[in-house]
């Protein structure tokens, strides 16, 4: 993926996903919010939905001034073991890692 540099202004806020984080200036405040089925739009069927899909999303909340870098992901399914992986590596069974 890529890195991006988020510059916060004072009070600014940013929810990024708790993996999608690498950085933040000591002056950057973190927090943990949730966001719940009816806070992510669509009314009454938005909460259905949340509730049936399996109830809330984990934010991690920055709040300005200052920096805060932030990491683009791809998803790449599971393999099996020993195939080939998207950039050329092996998806290596743990245990080969500790016999070398």
């Known amino acids: 993926g890529n890195v ?19 950085w933040k200036d ?7 919010t949730t966001v719940g089925g009816s806070q992510r739009g669509g009314g009454i069927f938005g909460a259905i939905g949340g ?22 992901m791809t998803y790449h399914p ?8 998207a950039g050329g590596q092996q998806n290596l069974d743990l245990g080969q890692l500790f016999n070398s």
């Open 78 to 85: 599971p393999q099996p073991e020993g195939a080939q992986q």
């Open 4 to 22: 991006f540099e988020k510059m916060l202004a004072p009070g600014e806020t940013l929810d990024v996903e708790p993996g999608a984080w690498l």
């Open 51 to 72: 509730l049936m899909a399996g109830a809330s999303i984990i934010l991690n909340r920055f709040t300005g001034p200052g920096r805060l870098g932030i990491q683009s």
């Open 26 to 32: 000591p002056s950057v405040q973190m927090t943990v």
